[in-house]
């Protein structure tokens, strides 16, 4: 493998992650403005809120899903560690070991992406307030599962390239994702 290629994918995972953060910023700051303003209201009835609900629900779930793909991106979610490596004692064995853990995790958000698009797409309730479709509240499971099976996906691509050769050096195409 081409560490071109590595420092390519090392670059839109930079910059998927960066698009991810903004959006889970943005979508912070819209419900601590719209918690603040409904305390406000408690106080100072100057307007009504019969929609809070129903935009909280969508924030939070975006920020959520959202959130999710991020850290899968960038390994930082929280886990067990990676403590059964050491009783391998073939390199490979090391390797074919991280390659199954990625086909169970792949197993898994194929499964969410499939129900989370099918929900998506079969629903034709209405939110209360607005009307507006509730495809937009499920709209961010299969978008982040997506991304999910598509960074699994690479995972275990570059886990098979260091089974094939394991003095394979994916790290020189990993910039520090984390910033």
Same mark, same amino acid.
């Given at each position: 493998?081409?560490? @071109?290629?590595? *420092?390519?994918?090392?670059?839109? @995972?930079?910059?998927?992650?960066?698009?991810?953060?903004?959006?889970?910023?943005?979508? !912070?700051?819209?419900?601590?403005? =719209?918690?603040?303003?409904?305390?406000?209201? *408690?106080? =100072? $009835?100057?307007?009504?809120?019969?929609?809070?609900? +129903?935009?909280? +629900?969508?924030?939070?779930?975006?920020?959520? !899903?959202?959130? %999710?793909?991020?850290?899968?991106?960038?390994?930082?979610?929280? #886990?067990?560690?990676? &403590?059964? #490596?050491?009783?391998? $004692? #073939?390199? *490979?064995?090391?390797?074919?070991? *991280?390659?199954?853990?990625?086909?169970?995790?792949?197993?898994?958000?194929?499964?969410?992406? /499939?129900?989370?698009?099918?929900?998506?797409?079969?629903?034709?309730?209405?939110?209360?307030?607005?009307?507006? #479709? /509730? /495809? &937009?509240?499920? %709209?961010?499971?299969?978008?982040?599962?997506?991304?999910?099976?598509?960074?699994?996906?690479?995972?275990?691509?570059?886990?098979? %390239?260091? =089974?094939?050769? $394991?003095?394979?050096?994916?790290?020189?195409?990993? +910039?520090?994702?984390?910033?």
């Amino acid at each position: 493998m081409n560490q @071109d290629f590595l *420092r390519t994918l090392s670059r839109i @995972d930079r910059g998927l992650v960066k698009v991810l953060e903004w959006i889970c910023i943005a979508l !912070f700051v819209a419900i601590t403005f =719209i918690l603040t303003l409904s305390i406000v209201v *408690r106080f =100072i $009835p100057f307007m009504s809120m019969h929609w809070f609900d +129903e935009i909280l +629900e969508l924030l939070y779930g975006a920020l959520i !899903f959202y959130g %999710a793909a991020a850290v899968w991106v960038t390994h930082s979610h929280f #886990s067990v560690g990676d &403590w059964i #490596s050491k009783f391998i $004692p #073939s390199v *490979r064995g090391r390797f074919a070991y *991280r390659l199954f853990v990625e086909l169970m995790s792949l197993a898994f958000i194929v499964i969410f992406f /499939k129900y989370a698009l099918s929900l998506m797409l079969q629903t034709e309730e209405q939110t209360t307030a607005f009307a507006m #479709s /509730k /495809k &937009w509240l499920y %709209a961010c499971m299969p978008i982040t599962g997506g991304i999910m099976v598509l960074y699994t996906l690479k995972n275990m691509w570059l886990e098979l %390239a260091k =089974i094939v050769n $394991p003095d394979f050096n994916i790290e020189a195409g990993k +910039e520090n994702l984390n910033h």
